[in-house]
């Protein structure tokens, strides 16, 4: 049974003043809440796995260059016997099972994703402010760093700003701030969301995620 949760929220404006207004966003959840979780860590994973390069390789003695000639005779030398100077004792041999190109990347299906992503903005509603606009007269990181504070947002806290679209002069505002990430609405990153600690979403955003993520 598909249910539908409303969060409603009150839109403030940059000086951390509520502007009057609330706005609400509409999420269909499945009745089944003890899976919630199983389905937001189901999400993480994959989208973990898909960012793993896969790309560490090794040689092993078979592909090791050289050494097809035995360093020296078997007996006689008081030395360890040897057969080649690919044997992974030798330094520059090959290695034993070593690490090989490999794909990690993990498949969920669209459904499964959008209700993760669904499922984990309501887990996240305390953590989440709504803003009017990111319209500055002057865009500058101080100005930015100021309007942290003024909601009392710690530097040292992971922030996600989620805008319609990422204009220039905004990200050029935000990228000397490490813990601060933009995002679009409309191409939400799980895993970031999961981390943040602040989720600060402007009212067009909003909308953006309800006809975006209800599917």
Avoid: C, H
Avoid at 114 to 122: A, E, G, N, T, V
């Amino acid at each position: 049974m598909i249910l539908q949760k409303i969060l409603t929220f009150p839109v403030k404006i940059l000086t951390g003043e509520e502007s009057g207004d609330e706005i609400t966003l509409t999420l269909k959840l499945k009745e089944a809440t003890n899976t919630i979780n199983y389905v937001i860590q189901r999400a993480y994973l994959a989208q973990r796995s898909n960012e793993r390069q896969g790309s560490a390789s090794t040689l092993t003695r078979a592909e090791v260059k050289g050494g097809g000639r035995k360093p020296w005779r078997q007996k006689g030398t008081g030395r360890a016997r040897a057969g080649s100077n690919r044997s992974p004792l030798w330094k520059g041999g090959g290695v034993s099972f070593g690490p090989k190109p490999k794909l990690y990347s993990s498949k969920i299906n669209r459904k499964e994703w959008q209700l993760s992503l669904r499922s984990l903005l309501i887990a996240k509603q305390k953590d989440i402010t709504i803003i009017d606009n990111f319209n500055f007269l002057e865009y500058k990181t101080s100005n930015i760093i100021k309007v942290l504070n003024i909601f009392g947002i710690n530097l040292f806290e992971n922030t996600l700003i989620v805008v319609p679209k990422i204009e220039e002069k905004l990200l050029k505002s935000t990228r000397n701030i490490k813990t601060i990430k933009l995002i679009v609405a409309n191409n939400l990153n799980l895993k970031q969301i999961l981390l943040a600690k602040n989720l600060l979403i402007t009212k067009d955003s909003l909308k953006t995620i309800e006809e975006t993520y209800n599917g």
